[in-house]
């Protein structure tokens, strides 16, 4: 690891906040992080997001789980035409990369919504720490806790019929 701290863990430093980070093989397939030696029923993946008026969006959910484009522009206050997945320019732009996004940003105006799911109940959760080979451990009650944090139901319903 560099010396350097990425500024999304300085975030983490400044508040306070109790974490580890992992480092292992990168996973890249939902079958490689499902190998990884973290429980699956805890994973958590951060998917970016742009809207008219949030020029980036983080959103946190449980790993099984879809968002809910509805729900999410609701949240966001825009129309579902308005949501975009956010770009791999604008990612490499803000430091992130797919397949290990954290559920943090060191960036003013950048929030983040945490599924109620992922809270319920407080727990130590795994996500995505920065690379595809790193995996960030920590309580669901302290993500939601950030500056920027709000924690909102963003997941799908479940399909009763498979």
Not at 17 to 30: F, G, I
Not at 46 to 59: G, I, K, M, N, S
Not at 65 to 86: M, Y
Request: aromatic share 4%; proline share 11%; net charge positive.
């Amino acid at each position: 690891m560099s010396a350097a701290v990425p500024p999304w863990r300085a975030v983490l430093d400044v508040h306070g906040c109790a974490y580890v980070l992992h480092e292992h093989a990168a996973a890249h397939t939902v079958a490689e992080r499902r190998a990884l030696p973290f429980p699956w029923s805890q994973a958590v993946k951060t998917l970016a997001f742009t809207a008219p008026e949030v020029p980036l969006l983080l959103v946190a959910l449980r790993a099984p789980d879809r968002v809910d484009f509805a729900r999410l522009a609701a949240a966001v206050g825009t129309s579902r035409s308005g949501l975009r997945s956010a770009d791999a320019e604008l990612l490499a732009a803000e430091g992130l990369v797919p397949g290990g996004i954290p559920p943090v940003s060191h960036r003013p105006g950048v929030p983040c919504l945490i599924d109620v799911a992922v809270g319920e109940p407080d727990r130590p959760v795994y996500c995505g720490g920065g690379s595809p080979g790193r995996t960030l451990r920590i309580a669901s009650g302290t993500l939601a806790a950030l500056p920027r944090a709000r924690t909102v139901h963003v997941a799908r319903e479940p399909n009763p019929h498979g």
